[in-house]
């Protein structure tokens, strides 16, 4: 049930991660992302969901939902930082961006996953013993 709780978790955050990055630089900034069409929402879920589903994918690894640390904090702080700074009003390009930011996303994911399936594995072994 911890687990399905924190699978739950993982696609809610992964779903308000690009506007909640975004609030730090005010409303101005957060409203290149929300003054859009519905097709914008969706687009922007869509591909926003390669890196959560990535997240979400580690998470079948894993017995304890305490292993998630590592590639939640990696795949989301990258995600988090990567739209904070995507400034989509400096270029006609830069929308392009939001296609690429999951995918490089995986990267940092796979890396917090492979941390976290050696502490599941260390959790396993101090728990049989």
């Not at 409303?27 to 969901?49: H, V």
């Not at 995600?79 to 392009?96: C, E, P, R, V």
């Not at 917090?112 to 013993?129: H, K, Q």
Request: overall charge positive; some cysteine; proline content about 5%.
């Amino acid at each position: 049930m911890r687990m399905r709780n924190a699978r739950i978790a993982i696609a809610l955050l992964g779903l308000v991660l690009p506007y909640m990055a975004r609030l730090p630089r005010g409303i101005e900034w957060l409203q290149q992302y929300t003054d859009t069409g519905l097709g914008s929402w969706l687009f922007l879920g869509a591909f926003n969901a390669i890196a959560w589903g990535a997240i979400l994918a580690c998470s079948f690894m894993y017995l304890r939902p305490s292993s998630l640390i590592g590639p939640c904090l990696l795949g989301f702080g990258f995600l988090a930082w990567a739209h904070n700074t995507l400034d989509l009003s400096a270029d006609a390009q830069a929308a392009i961006g939001l296609i690429f930011i999951p995918i490089y996303a995986l990267l940092p994911i796979a890396i917090g996953g492979a941390i976290g399936y050696v502490l599941d594995r260390r959790l396993r072994r101090n728990d049989a013993a």
